[in-house]
């Protein structure tokens, strides 16, 4: 049979000049795509390093165990924030992890119906609300009827922020598990909602992890919805019905101060602060690690 | 359909409501186990079933072969409900003993009528063990004693016991995608099935692994109804009793696997198994 010339010359392992050409390409590519890489990872190390740079000064153990000091005297810490922090984001996963996962479960499994197209959508909107808008919602339906600022109310919003993030990751991770899997288990006389429980959301497991955590992580910063919500408190409390302290609002009120220890206490809450996302991500990691390794 | 030689399958009592309607040819002897009468499937619009009328032999392999496309996949997943879990409909009659599966709840329904797929599909989250145990533990078995001797069972009935007894808390996706068959095998036997149906279950594995199956299939038999999905014809021969061809989406032709194979009585059937269309 005749070779036809046109894909003899193109497929020639030879040196001609369309091979070298190729070798070009793929040598360009991949600089560029390591480069991509490190312009999203700078930023992260200089941020965490100039936080520490910066805060570095008013970071030492009175700062961790330490109540703050009134104005005018130095020193102290921020131990109430700390905990206020904890506090509030671990009321806002109590309120969306079931709701979100829930919610994702149902879009995933059940949601090819005009209702889930509409919460698709709700959801999609209600992740690209404004935080501060959140924060005056969280006050009209908490924080009004109360009569008085508390943490519910900013795990409340906090709760709000977080759901449409964790329903839509939870939906995306569990339509990537392959059909196949859901098979097994229906044609094992399980039923669908075991099938989806005991066989899907293990598969997808570390998939919504991520999802999670990205929601916390982001919780974690979130100042506005906390500022009239539960407000901010330089005193020890761990009352959920009480104003409650954050490391957020510390920083943004310590950062806004015109004391340069206060600053300075900023930035350091500020590096904690990322600090902790970073470790909330080790530890979720650690513990949906699988047995396996793949999945 | 109405061939001089159709005779009426030996039936049971409680499957009078069938025996009125048309019985297909071929039936000579095996009474059946399942019984479908004048079955169409869709697919939305797609018509991928026309009024097919088989029976599944009780205690006897089923063979199903045909081109790619002719419906013998959509045929099985209709036998336990598999095919409305794609999004397919089915209108006609599929029963089950008797009883009509349309009226059989799904999930009781495939906990009798089990299925192994085409590629091996072990849960990717859980060991060899609890692979074979999750049809029992998820319908509430937990007895750890029990399930230890089901596992072995059916793994010891599935020809994988002596490969995976040393590592029965390894992934289940850790074996080769033969045993991950046979394991599949095992773990649709551990929930007692009267019924196994198996969609072209070696057609991801090699000669060997084929073999393997094969062999399991035959020896499964004595006690289970068995329906396979094959493109493999020499397959078929091998391991059924009944084979039924299926072409763009009609049954063309069923009989003993014997009788078929040498004296195909549609010319369809005759041009398929001679290889002279495809």
Known sequence: ?295 | MGSSETVSPPQTTDMESSTEKQPPEGHESFPAKMVAREVNAFFGKTHALHNVSLDVPEKHVLAIIGPSGCGKSTFLRCLNRMHEVAGGSMKGTITLDGQDTASIDAVDLRRRVGMVFQKPNPFPTMSIFDNVAAGLRFNGMHNRKKLEEIVERCLRQAALWDEVKDSLNKSGMSISGGQQQRLCIARTLAVNPEVVLMDEPASALDPLSTAKVEELIYELKSNYTIAIVTHNMQQAARVSDMTAFFYIGELIEVGETKRLFTTPQKKQTEDYITGRFG
Request: aromatic share 10%; glycine share 10%; charged share 10%.
């Open chain 1, 1 to 295: 049979m005749e070779r036809d010339a046109e894909i003899q010359n193109v497929m020639t392992t030879g040196q001609s000049l369309y091979h070298r050409w190729r070798k070009l390409k793929n040598h360009g590519m991949t600089t560029v795509s390591g480069l991509c890489l490190l312009v999203a990872v700078v930023p992260l190390l200089l941020i965490f390093g100039y936080t520490l740079y910066q805060g570095a000064s008013a970071l030492n153990l009175d700062f961790f165990i330490q109540m703050p000091k009134p104005v005018g005297e130095t020193g102290g810490g921020m131990a109430n924030a700390m905990v206020g922090t904890a506090i509030l984001i671990g009321l806002g996963a109590l309120f969306a992890l079931p709701v979100g996962i829930l919610a994702g479960i149902y879009l995933a499994e059940y949601g090819s119906n005009p209702l889930g197209v509409a919460v698709r959508f709700m959801a999609d909107v209600l992740s690209g609300i404004p935080s501060i808008v959140v924060g005056v919602v969280a006050y009209i339906i908490v924080v009004l009827p109360m009569k008085h600022f508390s943490a519910l109310a900013g795990g409340v919003a906090l709760a709000i922020l977080m759901i449409p993030t964790i329903t839509r990751t939870t939906e995306e991770m569990i339509r990537l598990v392959p059909q196949s899997f859901r098979e097994a288990g229906l044609a094992l006389g399980i039923s669908q909602w075991k099938t989806t429980v005991r066989i899907i959301l293990p598969t997808a497991l570390k998939g919504i992890t991520t999802g999670i955590l990205l929601a916390l992580a982001r919780a974690a910063g979130e100042t506005a919805p906390l500022l009239f919500t539960a407000l901010g408190n330089r005193f020890w409390s761990t009352a959920i019905d009480q104003p409650i302290g954050s490391l957020s609002v510390f920083i943004y009120d310590y950062a806004k101060a015109p004391f340069e220890d206060w600053n300075q206490q900023a930035w350091a809450a500020g590096f904690v602060l990322i600090s902790l996302i970073f470790l909330l991500s080790l530890i979720f990691r650690f513990v949906t690690r699988s047995r396996y390794g793949e999945f």
